[in-house]
């Protein structure tokens, strides 16, 4: 059984920025590839970002391109978004997820493509 724990959400003004973690658990984590989404009240649930699970394949929404980064350090089980030039728009929970099929370099951006999630964390940007 995998655990994904994302933590680093919280309150941030416009313009700022947040570094988010996402811990998982078990010894195959730098064999899968991971990717953040984001659901704001009353919306869908949308793809923000992926990484290959050599970290070398990124893929980001078109929304957080030039502004976020997404990032893996398989040593400590760990997947990064930092998260720049915040805008009221980005404010929503966050959850970090672990792509279905191993060895993916070219992580997928559909949510059925993911089959491990984490319970989420908040992130809230004021105008």
């Known amino acids: 059984q995998v655990q994904l724990v994302e933590s680093g959400g919280g309150l941030v003004q416009a313009g700022g920025s947040l570094r988010l973690s996402c811990a998982a658990s078990g010894r195959t984590f730098s064999s899968y590839a991971m990717g953040w989404f984001r659901q704001a009240p009353g919306k869908e649930r949308e793809f923000v970002a992926a990484v290959g699970w050599s970290g070398r394949g990124t893929q980001y929404a078109d929304a957080v391109v030039g502004r976020f980064t997404i990032s893996r350090d398989n040593a400590k089980n760990t997947v990064y978004l930092q998260m720049n030039s915040l805008k009221p728009e980005d404010t929503g929970v966050y959850y970090c997820?672990?792509?279905?099929?191993?060895?993916?370099?070219?992580?997928?951006?559909?949510?059925?493509?993911?089959?491990?999630w984490g319970q989420g964390t908040q992130v809230t940007v004021s105008s």
């Open positions: 997820a672990r792509v279905r099929r191993i060895w993916t370099t070219a992580p997928p951006r559909l949510g059925v493509e993911y089959d491990y």
